[in-house]
């Protein structure tokens, strides 16, 4: 709607921004480097962050930079994974059909990942997101999944991806300890700062095809205000903005609009 009048050839701010064009922070170059790392060397690592933060969207740029001739990615986003769907999933999308019983389908799962290794020469990299909402019983099933040959080595490369509340409510606990004690490597996403929040409007913008500024330097001080620089706010209060700015037939956003637009369609 608003694009024609800000002679935009996409929507800018939307979830399916191909991965070359998303934007990246700081922390988001670190936590890609130390991803890459976690493959190769196929590592246990646990990437936080608050919800909105960009955790799925982090995944979404590791997946396309793995090189498939080298990786298998597993992907699995399933709050209720219990062990069994764990192998079940895994195996799937290995392209086998899971034996029945829980230790059947985990040992199947080992053979398979050293066939994969020993004769396809390919490294599994396997990630599961909305790793906050993981049971107990799933948690503790990676430390015997990571026990693998005593602990002499890893099968596969693991990461978790979580709300802030997987360290707070589970990792950090004592009865976690054995699992949190193979942890290699720890990535946070922060919240984007000023400056940073500036740069992610203005990359999505120009994935838009709008070169000019659109929002004023008050304007975008007002949205860092509103939304702490958390991604997802940070999209819907833009789009709405432009929504807003389109109405009222102005090509410039200022704070007032920011604001009014704040506190009249954000809901959270
Ligand atoms: N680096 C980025 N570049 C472009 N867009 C981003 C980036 N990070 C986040 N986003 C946008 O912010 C939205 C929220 O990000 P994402 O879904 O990755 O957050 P999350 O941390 O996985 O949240 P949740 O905890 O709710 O699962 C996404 O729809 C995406 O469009
Ligand atoms: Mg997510």
Redesign the pocket.
């Given at each position: 709607m608003y694009e024609q009048f800000f002679e935009m050839t996409h929507t800018p701010f939307t979830?399916d921004?191909p991965p070359e064009a998303?934007?990246?922070?700081p922390a988001?170059r670190d936590a890609l480097g130390r991803l890459a790392y976690v493959a190769d060397r196929q590592l246990f690592a646990v990437v936080t962050?608050d919800?909105?933060?960009?955790?799925?969207?982090?995944i979404r740029k590791f997946a396309s930079s793995l090189p498939k001739e080298k990786y298998i990615l597993l992907y699995l986003s399933d709050s209720k994974l219990t062990p069994r769907w764990f192998y079940r999933g895994c195996l799937d999308q290995l392209g086998l059909e899971a034996r029945f019983y829980r230790g059947d389908a985990k040992r199947q799962l080992q053979k398979e990942i050293e066939i994969v290794r020993g004769i396809q020469h390919k490294y599994v990299v396997c990630i599961l997101d909305?790793a906050h909402l993981l049971e107990k019983e799933m948690l503790e099933e990676f430390r015997f999944l990571l026990n693998y040959r005593f602990d002499s080595m890893s099968p596969m490369a693991l990461v978790l991806a979580g709300?802030t509340e997987l360290w707070e409510n589970k990792l950090r606990l004592q009865r976690y300890a054995a699992i949190r004690q193979r942890i290699d490597i720890n990535c946070v996403l922060p919240h984007l700062d000023r400056s940073e929040t500036e740069q992610?409007i203005k990359s999505h913008l120009s994935y838009a095809g709008c070169s000019r500024d659109i929002f004023s330097d008050k304007a975008l001080d007002e949205v860092f205000k509103v939304t702490t620089g958390i991604?997802?706010m940070i999209?819907r209060i833009c789009e709405k903005s432009l929504m807003y700015s389109f109405q009222q037939q102005k090509r410039i956003i200022d704070d007032y609009m920011v604001k009014y637009v704040a506190e009249h369609e954000m809901l959270a």
């Open positions: 979830r921004v998303l934007y990246e922070s988001m962050a919800a909105g933060c960009g955790k799925s969207t982090l909305e709300q992610y991604p997802r999209n």
